[in-house]
């Protein structure tokens, strides 16, 4: 069955740096997503992105966050200078159709901000 | 977005038929129903989704009222496997667009041998 990958698993980075959060969506999808979820709390939509652009965004993602396409498969997370309160589980995710189709998530990349 | 409201936790044994209610009172005529479930350290996963009356599959029962004012997630035969957390979502597709999705708190499944 087809799934959703996402590397790493787990990203430990100092405050300031940049991070680059990478997924692997399912390949007949048309619509990804960036979720996150703080520890304990609920998941937190981030951003939609459809046809090589930016669909929907949240108040979350700020102009310190960034997506990208780069080569028709991976669909990657940017976040250019990481703050503590960015640690979270971060998932990605896809569907052939728009976000009220079944979303299919990602195992999740567990980052920390020290 | 209509704003959903759920139980934040339910016990249940296991075999026994859990029953989740969500009320949304202001579903909206194009709104459609889904339900998510999440486990722990893992994404959400898609269980089930309905416009109304009665939708079922190989996991669940979603029950939808005419007023579609709330709906109820049915889980028949809990097992151990089953303890999750259920997220309610409501929201459609808009025309030249759609909107984001949002999660709320969901409901705490704890299924107790």
């Known amino acids: 069955e087809p799934e959703v990958t996402q590397t790493p698993s787990h990203q430990v980075t100092q405050m300031g740096q940049e991070v680059i959060l990478r997924c692997v969506p399912i390949s007949n999808h048309l619509y990804f997503y960036w979720y996150r979820q703080i520890l304990g709390q609920k998941v937190e939509f981030l951003v939609s992105f459809y046809n090589n652009e930016i669909s929907e965004k949240s108040e979350i993602f700020d102009d310190q966050f960034s997506v990208e396409r780069p080569d028709g498969s991976n669909f990657t997370l940017k976040i250019r200078s990481t703050k503590l309160e960015d640690s979270a589980m971060y998932f990605c995710?896809?569907?052939?159709?728009?976000?009220?189709?079944?979303?299919?998530f990602g195992p999740g990349t567990r980052l920390t901000v020290l | 977005l209509a704003k959903t409201t759920q139980p934040i936790s339910m016990d249940s044994y296991e075999g026994q038929e859990v029953n989740i209610t969500c009320s949304h009172n202001n579903i909206a005529t194009n709104d459609y129903i889904t339900w998510y479930q999440q486990f722990p350290s893992q994404g959400p996963r898609f269980i089930i989704q309905?416009?109304?009356t009665k939708v079922t599959n190989e996991v669940a029962s979603l029950f939808i009222p005419a007023d579609r004012k709330s709906s109820t997630l049915s889980l028949p035969r809990v097992s151990l496997s089953d303890t999750a957390v259920y997220y309610c979502l409501v929201g459609d597709e808009v025309s030249g667009g759609y909107q984001k999705v949002t999660f709320g708190t969901g409901t705490k499944l704890q299924v107790i041998p």
């Open positions: 995710a896809s569907s052939v159709l728009s976000s009220y189709n079944e979303q299919f």
């Open positions: 309905g416009y109304k």
